[in-house]
């Protein structure tokens, strides 16, 4: 079967740097995407992965690893308006998207 | 504000009711999608459309009833619905339907079956 694991909850400190996991094991792979979802709201696109590495926007990175693979979102500078769901989505072998069940992210002052 | 609007933001009706989710899109998307979230759990994919044609329906129960009469247009016709349809039922689209290209959502609609 196809599987995408992520933490459930995840907490840190206004100001602080976390990095959020995201381990796949699907039918083929032709790309990851990470997006943001506030309580109540839609999710929203923060980026796309389909070569090794990692790419960074801003105060958001999003690493891969083909081979393990495993992606990760890293926030830097956190701040309250991070506080949300992140949700990684496998692209696999048919283009199907493949969705994990998301990381809450709690950040405190 | 995603480009991708969607009507009622909230719903609650009884399991003998009819009612319909409407969703627009303003992006030129030719592919939208519509979806089911629950508490804790993946995204689950219902229904595809690519060009105004149905593309997929991943073994959702008939009574729910997709139609989509424009690129820019989907709806969600709900009938005798059971406590466990309780969800967000969220609505997005795509330039294509090629499972790379970002997918723009709405807000959902937050339905409550009595």
């Known amino acids: 079967g196809q599987n995408i694991d992520q933490p459930t909850e995840m907490t840190a400190t206004e100001g602080a740097i976390v990095q959020i996991n995201c381990t796949y094991q699907t039918s083929g792979f032709n790309g990851l995407f990470w997006y943001q979802q506030h309580a109540g709201e839609a999710p929203t696109f923060l980026s796309y992965?389909?070569l090794d590495g990692l790419e960074e926007k801003g105060r958001f990175s999003s690493f891969l690893s083909r081979s393990k693979g495993y992606s990760y979102l890293l926030l830097k500078e956190l701040q309250m308006k991070d506080s949300a769901s992140y949700l990684c989505?496998?692209?696999?072998?048919?283009?199907?998207?493949?969705w994990g069940a998301g990381t809450k992210l709690i950040i405190k002052p | 504000e995603t480009g991708v609007t969607q009507t009622p933001r909230h719903l609650v009706m009884g399991m003998t009711n009819k009612k319909s989710l409407k969703c627009e899109q303003h992006l030129g998307h030719n592919a939208m999608y519509w979806y089911k979230q629950s508490a804790k759990k993946p995204l689950e994919l219902m229904f595809v459309y690519n060009f105004k044609e149905q593309t997929e329906n991943n073994s959702v129960p008939s009574r729910f009833s997709p139609e989509c009469p424009n690129s820019s247009h989907l709806f969600l016709h709900l009938h005798t619905l059971q406590p466990e349809d309780s969800a967000l039922y969220l609505c997005?689209?795509?330039?294509?339907?090629?499972?790379?290209?970002?997918?723009?959502f709405g807000d959902g609609t937050r339905l409550s079956i009595l």
């Open positions: 989505a496998v692209v696999d072998s048919n283009y199907q998207l493949i």
């Open positions: 992965n389909v």
């Open positions: 997005a689209s795509s330039q294509t339907r090629e499972g790379n290209q970002p997918q723009h």
